[in-house]
C-alpha cells in the first residue's frame, strides 16, 4: 500500500448494535446489512482521522490472530465493499468532515 | 418487511429490544381532519431539551426505527434540530406528514439528513374531497407539490390512504396519482376512535358492502378468491401467537412522555418525564400483561374461526374495554372479507335480537283467558 487510506461511517446511514452484530442501513435504497464482529470493529473505529492501516494494526490484529498484511488487504476489500454500499466513505485524505464531499467508492 | 428486517425483528424480540418507536412531537396540527383521533390543543409538550434526552435514552436501549409523528412535526419550530440530533445517534428515521410546510429546502434538507421514508396523507385525487376531509382549501395541491419535491430529492415517498364514508370511491384514483408522482401507495380502511375515548368518529368508517367490494378488488388484494378464502381452523402455534408487535417489540410516546405499547393503544405504561424510557420498557407492570397475552388467552378470539388469521388489533380491543377482548372493527373487516361472522359478531347479533315470544294456544277448560308474554315457560297457566 503506497498511500494512507482513510475511512469514515457514513452520515447517510442508520446503525444498531444488536446483539452481537451491528445492523446498518444504507440510505441508498434503503438496504439493510449486518455486519459481523471485525466489520463491526471497522466500521466503528472508522472516524475519517485514523488511517485504516492504523486501525486494523490497534484493533484487529491486537484481537485477532492475523498476519497484518492479511489483515490490511482483508480490511482494504471490506472497506471498498461497504463503501459501495454507501455504508462508508473512503479517502486518500483525513476526512475531516464525514459531511464534506468525499469519494464514496474507489 | 424483508427477510432481513423480520429476522432483526425476531432477534429484537427475543433480546427484549425496543426496536421500534413511534414518537409523537405535538399534537398541534394546521389540518383539521375530520376522522383525527387526537385533541390538537398544546397540554404541555415535552421541550427540545427533553426530547433529546429522550432520543439519547432510546439510542442507549437498541432503539433502530424512529417514526416521527404527530399532530403535523412541521409544526414544531425545532424539528429539524430534533430530527438532526435524531441522525446523529444513528435512528433509521420515518416521518409522518401532512407535507403541507414543505418546500423545495425542506426536501433538500430531510435529503441531507438521511431521513428514510417520509409517509404522506392523501385521502383523495380530487381536490373538492381530500380539502374537505382536511378542511384546509389548497391542502391536496400542497401536499402534491410536497411530494414532487421530495422524490426530486430522491427521497421515498408513501402515499398514505385512510378510507372512510368521504373518500371509499376514490382510492383508484389515489393509487393512480401516487403512481403518476413516483411515490408507494398504503391504504388503510380503519377509522380509530379519539384518545380520550371518543367513539363518535367511528361513524365515518366504511361500511361492510364498501369493504367487502375493497376486498374483492383484485388490482388491491390480487387473488380475490384466496384473499376472501374462509380461514384455516386455528392450531396450537397460532394460539401460542403473540396478537401484534405492541410493547413486544415497539411502543409509543406521546408529546407529553406519555409511554404507551402503541398509539393505537392507550394503556399508560409510565411517563419519560418521571422514569427512564429503558425502565418503563423493562419493569413496566402493563408492558409486562400486555406481553402475556397470547391468541389462547383472548375471551372470544380462541374461540373464532378467524382466530389464525385475523388482524385483531389489542389496542383498539382495549378501547372497547378489554385489551383481551375482541376488536370489533377486524371482526367486521374479517366478515366482509369472508362472509363468514366471528365468534364477538355472532354473540352481539344473539345479544341484539328480539326475545322470542312465548306463543301460547288457548286451553278450551280455560277459554276466556288470553296470555302472551315472554320468558320460556308458561306451563304453569291456567293450572
Redesign the interface.
Given at each position: 500500500m503506497t498511500k494512507k487510506l482513510y475511512v469514515a461511517r457514513s452520515p447517510r446511514i442508520a446503525a444498531r448494535m444488536l446483539g452481537e452484530e451491528m445492523l446498518v442501513m444504507s440510505g441508498q435504497g434503503s438496504t439493510l446489512f449486518t455486519l459481523n464482529p471485525t466489520a463491526t470493529i471497522l466500521w466503528q473505529a472508522a472516524d475519517g482521522a485514523t488511517p485504516l492501516d492504523e486501525i486494523v494494526e490497534r484493533r484487529i490484529c491486537s484481537e485477532f490472530e492475523v498476519k497484518p498484511e492479511d489483515a490490511i488487504r482483508d480490511a482494504e476489500a471490506l472497506a471498498e465493499d461497504l463503501a459501495k454500499h454507501g455504508i462508508l466513505l473512503i479517502s486518500e485524505e483525513p476526512i475531516a468532515r464525514p459531511d464534506a464531499p468525499v469519494q464514496e467508492s474507489r | 418487511m424483508?427477510v432481513?428486517?423480520q429476522e432483526?425483528s425476531e432477534?429484537?424480540l427475543r433480546?427484549g429490544?425496543p426496536?421500534s418507536v413511534q414518537l409523537d412531537l405535538t399534537y398541534r396540527c394546521n389540518e383539521q381532519c375530520v376522522h383525527c383521533y387526537l385533541d390538537h390543543d398544546d397540554h404541555g409538550e415535552m421541550t427540545t431539551a427533553e426530547i433529546k434526552h429522550l432520543l439519547k435514552e432510546m439510542?442507549e436501549a437498541?432503539?433502530?426505527i424512529l417514526t416521527l409523528s404527530g399532530g403535523e412535526i412541521f409544526m414544531r419550530k425545532d424539528f429539524f434540530e430534533i430530527l438532526e440530533y435524531a441522525?446523529a445517534l444513528?435512528?433509521?428515521?420515518k416521518l409522518k406528514t401532512n407535507a403541507v410546510l414543505i418546500r423545495e429546502a425542506q426536501a433538500a434538507r430531510l435529503r441531507?439528513l438521511?431521513v428514510?421514508?417520509i409517509q404522506i396523507s392523501i385521502y383523495s385525487h380530487r381536490p373538492e374531497v381530500h380539502d374537505a376531509i382536511t378542511k384546509v382549501p389548497g391542502s391536496l395541491r400542497r401536499s402534491i407539490n410536497a411530494i414532487r419535491f421530495l422524490r426530486a430529492q430522491g427521497l421515498?415517498v408513501v402515499v398514505g390512504n385512510v378510507l372512510m364514508t368521504q373518500n371509499m370511491q376514490d382510492y383508484h384514483g389515489v393509487r393512480a396519482l401516487a403512481e403518476e408522482i413516483d411515490a408507494r401507495y398504503t391504504l388503510d380502511p380503519t377509522i380509530t376512535p379519539k384518545m380520550d375515548g371518543d367513539r363518535s368518529i367511528l361513524d365515518l368508517n366504511a361500511g361492510e358492502s364498501d369493504l367487502r367490494r375493497l376486498f374483492r378488488d383484485e388490482a388491491f388484494v390480487g387473488n380475490a378468491d384466496e384473499f376472501c378464502a374462509p380461514p384455516p381452523a386455528p392450531d396450537e402455534n397460532s394460539m401460542a401467537s403473540l396478537p401484534c408487535s405492541a410493547g413486544h417489540t415497539a411502543c409509543y410516546v406521546s408529546p407529553y412522555g406519555e409511554f404507551y405499547p402503541c398509539v393505537q393503544f392507550p394503556l399508560s405504561c409510565g411517563n419519560v418525564r418521571q422514569q427512564p424510557f429503558i425502565d418503563i420498557w423493562r419493569n413496566s407492570e402493563q408492558l409486562k400483561e400486555v406481553r402475556a397475552i397470547r391468541l389462547r388467552d383472548l375471551s372470544s378470539c380462541s374461540q373464532c374461526a378467524h382466530g389464525s388469521t385475523c388482524t385483531r388489533c389489542p389496542g383498539l380491543a382495549f378501547m372497547e374495554g378489554n385489551m383481551r377482548g375482541p376488536s370489533t372493527a377486524d371482526c367486521e373487516k374479517s366478515f366482509a372479507r369472508t362472509g363468514i361472522p366471528s365468534a364477538n359478531l355472532l354473540a352481539k347479533k344473539e345479544k341484539a335480537s328480539p326475545p322470542r315470544l312465548v306463543q301460547i294456544q288457548i286451553v278450551p277448560a280455560i277459554t276466556g283467558i288470553r296470555l302472551s308474554g315472554m320468558g320460556s315457560s308458561a306451563s304453569a297457566v291456567g293450572a
Open positions: - | 424483508s432481513l428486517m432483526m432477534r429484537a433480546l429490544v426496536f439510542a437498541g432503539v433502530f441522525r444513528t435512528f433509521c428515521i441531507d438521511g428514510e421514508s421515498k
